[in-house]
């Protein structure tokens, strides 16, 4: 239980049942917030410009390819055999994984864009810190000031919460809204930046301080009529203390624009929103702070949730997926080797079950690395198909706290957190 402990933070608990009563209590407006009523909230944003009108930083157009009709707004090349585009993100295909170690090369990383990965300038990007939560006044960091600060690396999945939504639908006809993944939405990297703790500190972090809220510096999110504004997302202080890093390398090289360059933040086993890419500023306060993504987003809404939403979510659940792709083809009556990878966001993985008929007999896996909080363990076995004719396969995990992979996942609106055992098609021929 020792690390499964470490990782389960008191702070979590309270965090959301503070937030969820004061969210329930009307202390955010409605829907979650207005953008007139985050504008005044902000005090220091003009009502065109946001952030572009704070000094020294300067937010470059979208990248070229966004004007391309039909193009994602992702800088890096998609090749077909290496991601699937979806709207304005790109997913991992698991079938590329297959070959590479225990990190994800960032030419197949998923990149989830909430609108279009912006081109900035490290020479001319600031970091504002600024807010209630601080004694004194705002205080900017340049890139030279953040590299210069104790560098730290950190191994660590980043994932979706809407990872694996589309199964909702396809393995158990639940209705949900969202970017339809697969399972390829998440990744491992090193990432290597400076402490968040370090950066608060000597912004002048007063005891006050409750909520630490990141904000990107890509366009406003602009859905069904309504302008959220820019991405940004609250966590509470303890985490922003905890383990939480402001990366500006990712598997030993400079960040690519689409994750994040120059400086994005990493929020280790917690729902991939709250690793605000192209940070722009922080927000430090000394009350709850609500922004759509803790309020509208990411909460679990639906009959077998807490009216009005649950908490926001926090960390992640327990996964597997099978390094093959949807529908993989398997000649019968000789031995193959299957391969996968199972994480979650609340301990480490200590045992992984395969069943290659369709769930009647389970057996263990072979892990080939160690149950470690935030990252994913690869495992592999051994598979003897005999007649020809379709099959499924299915990868079971647990980790350190107990936690297991379910049959059914409880569905909610917008399909997060989607943890039950998938059936992966294949073929044998
Ligand atoms: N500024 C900004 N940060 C962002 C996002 C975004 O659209 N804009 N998307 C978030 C979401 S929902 C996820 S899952 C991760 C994805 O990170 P990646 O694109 O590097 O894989 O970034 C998060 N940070
Ligand atoms: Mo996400």
Redesign the pocket.
């Known amino acids: 239980m020792g690390t499964a402990r470490r990782g389960s933070g008191a702070y979590e608990r309270a965090y959301d049942r503070d937030r969820l009563r004061r969210f329930l209590s009307g202390e955010a407006v409605g829907e979650g917030i207005s953008r007139r009523g985050v504008l005044r909230l902000l005090g220091v944003v003009s009502a065109s410009g946001a952030v572009a009108s704070l000094p020294g930083i300067a937010v470059a157009g979208p990248a070229a390819a966004a004007e391309e009709p039909g193009a994602p707004g992702i800088v890096k090349p998609l090749p077909a055999a290496l991601l699937t585009v979806r709207g304005t993100n790109a997913e991992t295909n698991w079938a590329a994984l297959r070959d590479t170690g225990y990190h994800t090369p960032v030419d197949r990383f998923f990149v ?1 864009n909430h609108t279009a990965t912006p081109l900035l300038d490290p020479a001319r990007w600031r970091l504002t810190v600024w807010g209630g939560g601080l004694r004194g006044g705002a205080v900017e960091f340049s890139y030279a000031d953040l590299r210069a600060l104790p560098a730290v690396t950190t191994s660590a999945c980043l994932e ?3 990872n694996g939504r589309s199964y909702f639908t396809t393995q158990q006809g639940d209705p949900v809204t969202g970017t339809p993944w697969t399972m390829g ?1 998440v990744g491992a990297a090193r990432w290597r930046g400076a402490r968040l703790s370090d950066v608060l500190r000597l912004a002048g972090l007063s005891p006050r301080a409750v909520d630490v809220m990141p904000r990107g510096l890509d366009a406003a999110f602009v859905t069904g009529g309504t302008d959220h504004g820019r991405v940004r997302r609250p966590m509470p202080v303890e985490k922003a203390l905890d383990d939480v890093l402001l990366a500006y390398e990712m598997n030993g090289r400079p960040l690519v624009p689409d994750h994040g360059s120059p400086v994005r933040l990493v929020v280790p086993s917690w ?3 709250a690793s605000v890419k192209w940070v722009g500023e922080i927000e430090v306060s000394d009350r709850p702070l609500f922004s759509p993504w803790n309020t509208v987003f990411y909460r679990l809404f639906g009959p077998a949730h807490p009216a009005g939403g649950s908490a926001p979510v926090t960390r992640q659940p327990v996964r597997s997926a099978f390094e093959l792709a949807p529908g993989a083809v398997f000649a019968a009556g000789r031995g193959h080797r299957l391969t996968g990878r199972s994480w979650s966001g609340q301990g480490g993985i200590r045992r992984v079950e395969v069943s290659t008929d369709g769930g009647g007999a389970w057996r263990p896996a072979r892990l080939h690395d160690a149950p470690r909080p935030g990252g994913w363990v690869r495992w592999s076995t051994s598979w003897h198909p005999r007649g020809p004719g379709p099959a499924h396969l299915l990868a079971r995990a647990t980790d350190t706290a107990g936690n297991t992979q379910p049959a059914r996942s409880v569905p909610n609106e917008q399909g997060y957190f989607f943890d039950a055992v998938v059936r992966h098609a294949v073929e044998v021929v």
């Open positions: 989830r979706c919460a809407g939405a729902a991939g929103i």
